[in-house]
Structure formats: structure tokens, C-alpha cells
């Protein structure tokens, strides 16, 4: 993620360590890029941009993310880990409404 955007503003609530997540619209696709102060969630965080990233808002905010449940990664993890997973998924699809309503 580029430096302008590891602030406050950008800072994802809800997780244990600092993820800072970054979304922007071109040619009707959402990019998102991200970085965090702690190695595990710096992972999980890259592993949400290679499913999302580069979508119409539309495809993400329909998309199927029990794969997460199905490949176990949240039996992995610590209850606060697992709370943040869910806090990165949310802010990503929270990107994706407001680039779908601006499209409209």
C-alpha cells in the first residue's frame, strides 16, 4: 500500500493488529490494496485482495466468501483474529456499495 495511505483514515476497526486497506475504481473495477503491522493478518488481508481485487463492485458485493469456512482458516485463528477477518471482509464490500452507488 502506498505510504499516503497507512493513517487513521484508512485504518480497518475491529482488528487486533493495524490493517490499512485501500479501494479505488477504475474502469468499472474495484482495487483494493492493504498492509498491516503483523504478519498473520498482513496474509489474510493479501488473500481477500487475490479474491476480490480487480471485481465490478457488483461481483463483490454478491461474492461467496464461505470458501474461508470451507479451507478452515477461521478454526485457525483466535477469536479477535477471527472478529478482524470479518471486520476486513466487511470494509471491502462497504468499498464496493459505495463505488456501486456512485455508478449509478
Not at 26 to 49: H, P, R
Request: with cysteine; charged share 25%; proline share 2%.
Amino acid at each position: 500500500i502506498d505510504a499516503q495511505y497507512r493513517n487513521d483514515n484508512y485504518l480497518i476497526n475491529g482488528c487486533q493488529s493495524r490493517v490499512w486497506l485501500h479501494a479505488k475504481m477504475e474502469d468499472g473495477k474495484v482495487y483494493f490494496s492493504a498492509d498491516s503491522d503483523a504478519v498473520i493478518t498482513k496474509g489474510i488481508i493479501n488473500l481477500l485482495i487475490k479474491v476480490l481485487s480487480g471485481q465490478k463492485p457488483s461481483d463483490i458485493i454478491a461474492a461467496d466468501m464461505s470458501f474461508l469456512d470451507e479451507i478452515g482458516l477461521k478454526e485457525h485463528l483466535s477469536p479477535t483474529r477471527s472478529n478482524g477477518l470479518l471486520s476486513m471482509v466487511k470494509q471491502m464490500m462497504l468499498y464496493a456499495e459505495v463505488f456501486s452507488k456512485s455508478e449509478n
